[in-house]
């Protein structure tokens, strides 16, 4: 049986098509079961449907408080009976009992050099910080907010008169190559949660995740 994903999203899902578009491409060992977004207006649910993969909202706005919201959202991804959770772009901040019910099974994608820069923001804070170097990380999802441990970390260069428009369109690029990677050493049984330590191959990543060494087209 291949792993089984259920991708999370709020909006135009470009993260969703690099995996759709591994999947397809065989680089990807996994089925997506479904994508559910909590906007009913979100791009990426049209992405989901040309591809066929079945759909869901959890609009956060119908609930009257997080507890609720993240209950129902539970249910719904559980309904699906995935192997893997994937917070891909999705713009709510989870509850504990979410997150613990998750557990060793649900990673995300954070825009910065994390542990730099957790929240909003990220591309502009490293400029108004002078960095010379930003990036994404993907890591496992824990209580703590973009804090999880690190799988897989991709740098690009801040370049002079960068704007946050165009070092996150930089990031980006290097967003859909790493994600897509970490859910098949996933899908491959080759990652996993122990404790709070993220392993591939039983081997301690390190901690800021694998570096992931890119090649940038400019
Ligand atoms: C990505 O930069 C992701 O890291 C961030 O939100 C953006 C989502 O983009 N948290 P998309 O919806 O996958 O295009």
């Known amino acids: 049986m291949p792993c089984k994903l259920v991708i999370l999203i709020s909006g135009s899902g470009s993260n969703l098509q690099a995996f759709i578009d591994a999947a397809e491409q065989g680089e990807l ?5 479904a994508v559910i977004s909590n ?3 979100a791009g990426g649910l049209e992405r989901a449907a040309q591809a066929g993969i079945a759909t869901a909202v959890v609009d956060h706005t119908g609930f009257a408080n997080r507890d609720d919201f ?4 539970r249910d719904t991804i559980d309904s699906f009976a995935p ?3 994937v917070l891909a772009g999705f713009m709510r901040i989870l509850g504990a009992d979410f997150v613990r019910h998750f557990r060793g099974r649900m990673l995300n994608i954070h825009p910065s ?10 591309h502009q804070r490293a400029i108004d910080a002078g960095d010379t170097e930003a990036g994404a990380t993907v890591h496992f999802v824990t209580e703590e907010l973009d804090g999880g441990p ?19 369109a930089r990031v980006l690029e290097q967003e859909h190559r790493i994600y897509p990677l970490a859910a098949r050493w996933f899908a491959e ?11 591939l191959d039983d081997n301690a990543l390190p901690p800021t995740g694998f570096p992931f060494h890119c090649v940038t087209a400019d």
Not at 70 to 73: F, I
Not at 115 to 122: A, F, I, N, V
Not at 190 to 197: H, I, K, V
């Open 29 to 33: 060992p996994a089925d997506i079961a």
């Open 39 to 41: 906007r009913p207006a």
């Open 70 to 73: 993240d209950a129902a959202l």
């Open 83 to 85: 192997d893997l959770v």
């Open 113 to 122: 050099l994390l542990p730099k820069y957790p929240g909003l923001h990220t």
């Open 150 to 168: 690190p799988i897989l970390q991709a740098q690009v260069p801040v370049k002079a008169g960068d704007t946050a428009e165009l070092l996150a």
């Open 189 to 199: 049984g080759r990652l996993t949660l122990n404790g709070n330590q993220a392993e």
